[in-house]
Nanobody, 121 residues
Framework: VQLQASGGGLVQAGGSLRLSCSAS????????VGWFRQAPGKEREFVSA????????YYADSVRGRFTISRDNTKKTVYLQMNGLKPEDTAVYYC???????????????WGRGTQVTVSS
């Protein structure tokens, strides 16, 4: 499976964006999808993940209550709705596929090109 993230942009603090992670190839229910982000000079960090088919979700403490992950298997797309954005959310956001839901970068592969999210204060 190949994944591609999109939907990033420039937004003011308090604003919203919806990221999309679109898949090509593979069967949508055979993998969990995770969102990660990487700011300049920092390591890639976990943001959110959704399970293969029963919609279990995980969130990083820093985004819980502000971000919502969802998936539409018919469209082979996973969404990350981001509300109440803060300047510290500024990063390149990536999505990856994993055989099981996880918060660890090492379990994910099929990383696509990320999408830049910039939040101005």
């Amino acid at each position: 499976v190949q994944l591609q993230a999109s939907g990033g942009g420039l937004v003011q603090a308090g604003g919203s964006l919806r990221l999309s992670c679109s898949a090509s190839g593979g069967t949508s229910t055979k993998y969990a999808v995770g969102w990660f982000r990487q700011a300049p000079g920092k390591e890639r960090e976990f943001v959110s993940a959704i399970s293969r088919s029963d919609d279990r979700t995980y969130y990083a403490d820093s985004v819980r209550g502000r971000f919502t992950i969802s998936r539409d298997n018919t469209k082979k797309t996973v969404y990350l709705q981001m509300n109440g954005l803060k300047p510290e959310d500024t990063a390149v956001y990536y999505c990856g596929a994993s055989p099981f839901i996880s918060m660890s970068t090492s379990t994910y592969n099929s990383w696509g090109r990320g999408t830049q999210v910039t939040v101005s204060s």
